[in-house]
């Protein structure tokens, strides 16, 4: 079944200790990325990854890291948490882009479950 | 920078009506996509419904409908015969066309809660 698993599903931590959030896909997409969602503020891109090796920050990069080693993964790293990271985290993929000429071409994003962090 | 606005934060409806949520959103661009998104209380995002800006005619999928006004940048998301099942937060979102694709990248309203009553 072609689908994103993200891993913890649900996570309480405290401030300062570093954690990871996995995201894996078996659809051999080249594009990933991370989104964290908050209330009144709809879903924010934090970082993507165009494939191997090359990650690039979203508009809420502060306080996270990635890296992208292996097609498939591609994960979120809280170095320091802080409560204002507490939040709902998605991971998404899709094909990238082809040239397909000006009307392009659109490829469907498949988020993962969430990520629900708490941050105390 | 594009940005996309949902005025609604809630809305309700008896089963079986019709509902139609708004979406307005700003940008420069003459190429884009937008995009519905239903979030129901499992949190999964599910794609709902996609429409590309070149196209005049308005996207359906099933009981789902959109009314596109690129000119007044407008995108409202309409459910006939709503069902329990379409009880979720609703998002509407945009995607910059570049040349030969797509940047990949959303750009999310605020979300609508949308409650359908028995």
């Known amino acids: 079944e072609a689908q994103v698993t993200q891993n913890p599903r649900y996570l309480i931590t405290v401030t300062g200790k570093k954690l990871t959030v996995t995201c894996s896909q078996n659809?051999?997409?080249?594009?990933m990325s991370w989104y964290r969602q908050d209330p009144g503020l709809g879903l924010r891109q934090i970082y993507y990854?165009?494939?191997?090796?090359?990650?690039d920050k979203g508009d809420v990069p502060e306080g996270y890291k990635v890296s992208r080693k292996e097609k498939r993964n591609f994960p979120l790293i809280l170095e320091s948490p802080s409560p204002n990271q507490t939040s709902l985290y998605f991971c998404?993929?899709?094909?990238?882009?082809?040239?397909?000429?000006?009307?392009?071409?659109?490829?469907?994003?498949?988020f993962g479950p969430g990520t629900r962090l708490t941050v105390l | 920078a594009q940005t996309v606005t949902q005025s609604q934060p809630e809305m309700s409806v008896q089963e079986a009506e019709t509902v139609t949520l708004s979406c307005t959103y700003d940008?420069?661009?003459?190429?884009?996509?937008l995009f519905w998104y239903k979030q129901p209380p499992s949190r999964q995002m599910i794609l709902v419904i996609r429409?590309?800006?070149?196209?005049?005619q308005n996207a359906t999928e099933n009981r789902f409908s959109v009314n596109f006004q690129k000119a007044a940048k407008s995108f409202s998301l309409k459910i006939s015969d709503s069902q329990l099942g379409d009880t979720a937060m609703y998002f509407c979102?945009?995607?910059?066309?570049?040349?030969?694709?797509?940047?990949?990248?959303?750009?999310f309203g605020t979300g609508t809660l949308l409650a359908v009553q028995p």
């Open positions: 998404a993929s899709c094909i990238s882009w082809s040239s397909h000429g000006l009307k392009g071409s659109y490829n469907e994003q498949f």
């Open positions: 659809m051999n997409h080249e594009y």
């Open positions: 990854s165009m494939n191997v090796e090359v990650t």
């Open positions: 940008t420069s661009e003459s190429n884009y996509y």
């Open positions: 429409q590309e800006a070149y196209k005049q």
């Open positions: 979102a945009f995607m910059k066309h570049v040349y030969g694709g797509a940047t990949n990248k959303l750009i």
